[in-house]
């Protein structure tokens, strides 16, 4: 089979990833899952989901301080591009998704874990933490998307033409108009770009989820300068809804930009709070 140029650059990423890193693929009854798992294997588990176009791979940066003391699982979302591939049950609603990671972390051998989501990564996250929150310990939401507000409908507009018709360079042309003046990882920003030209993509949406109904601890991660949405109001209303949690803005960072803006302060946000 003929390599791809997101082939190619999916390659170039993962070479990014601590030497130790393991590639495993977990079947369930949705399809083969990509996960790369990294850390102590006695370590506390820590499922992350990335946004989307972003793959598993975009927490290349974050895996070194967090696979200290946590044994890492990065999945590739299933509907998303990455090497995750679909197979047997149709994938078609957001109680599918829970339903493909309640088989996911059946298949890792998780009864519990730390979960973590960036964007579209966050929303999933929030849905799986009220559908199995005995399965939860902890939650960290990275800018999530449609949580706690919707998309400003300037981005809506933004976005129109990538979602009609998708291309490397309209993905390519978004994601330099979001993340201006912070310059991302240049291979994760054409592996982005790339996503956009990978055949049956399609991300599975739904209604937004009642996060005051978690019960668990929770870390909210703001963009200063998201253009998803204002980050200002998001945070007010996750404090209102969750008075429990921890709420914080990462200065300079925008939403796309996540989780690779400022590596760093994220990490020790994440650290001091999964513990």
């Known amino acids: 089979m003929?390599?791809?140029?997101?082939?190619?650059?999916?390659?170039?990423?993962?070479?990014r990833w601590p030497d130790s890193t393991e590639d495993r693929d977990?079947?369930?009854?949705?399809?083969?899952?990509?996960?790369?798992?990294?850390?102590?294997?006695?370590?506390?588990?820590?499922?992350?989901?990335?946004?989307?176009s972003a793959t598993g791979l975009v927490w290349f940066a974050n895996a070194?301080?967090?696979?200290?003391?946590?044994?890492?699982?990065?999945?590739?979302?299933?509907?998303?591009?990455?090497?995750?591939v679909r197979g047997g049950t149709p994938l078609k609603t957001?109680?599918?998704l829970t339903g493909w990671l309640d088989a996911l972390l059946d298949g890792l051998g998780l009864a519990a874990t730390h979960l973590c989501g960036h964007s579209y990564g966050a929303w999933l996250a929030v849905r799986y933490a009220l559908h199995a929150s005995q399965r939860v310990d902890r939650l960290a939401l990275i800018d999530p998307t449609?949580?706690?507000?919707?998309?400003?409908?300037r981005y809506l507009l933004r976005a129109?033409?990538?979602?009609i018709r998708p291309s490397q360079a309209r993905a390519a042309a978004f994601l330099a108009w979001e993340t201006a003046g912070v310059h991302p990882d240049g291979t994760w920003q054409r592996l982005y770009a790339l996503a956009a030209t990978v055949p049956g993509r399609k991300l599975i949406a739904g209604t937004r989820p009642r996060a005051a109904d978690l019960r668990m601890p929770v870390l909210v991660v703001l963009a200063e300068h998201s253009r998803a949405h204002d980050a200002g109001k998001v945070a007010d209303?996750?404090?209102?809804e969750l008075p429990h949690s921890k709420v914080v803005v990462l200065p300079g960072a925008t939403h796309?930009?996540?989780?690779?803006?400022?590596?760093?302060?994220?990490?020790?946000?994440l650290t001091a709070f999964l513990g």
């Open 26 to 52: 977990i079947d369930t009854p949705y399809g083969r899952t990509r996960v790369h798992v990294y850390g102590p294997a006695d370590g506390t588990p820590l499922v992350l989901l990335h946004g989307g």
């Open 94 to 96: 957001a109680d599918d």
């Open 160 to 163: 129109l033409p990538l979602l």
């Open 237 to 240: 209303r996750a404090r209102r």
């Open 256 to 269: 796309h930009s996540l989780p690779l803006t400022a590596p760093q302060q994220l990490n020790e946000h």
């Open 64 to 84: 070194p301080a967090l696979g200290r003391r946590h044994r890492i699982h990065a999945v590739d979302i299933l509907g998303d591009a990455g090497r995750t």
């Open 146 to 153: 449609q949580v706690f507000a919707g998309f400003r409908p």
């Open 2 to 15: 003929s390599r791809t140029a997101f082939d190619v650059t999916y390659d170039e990423l993962r070479a």
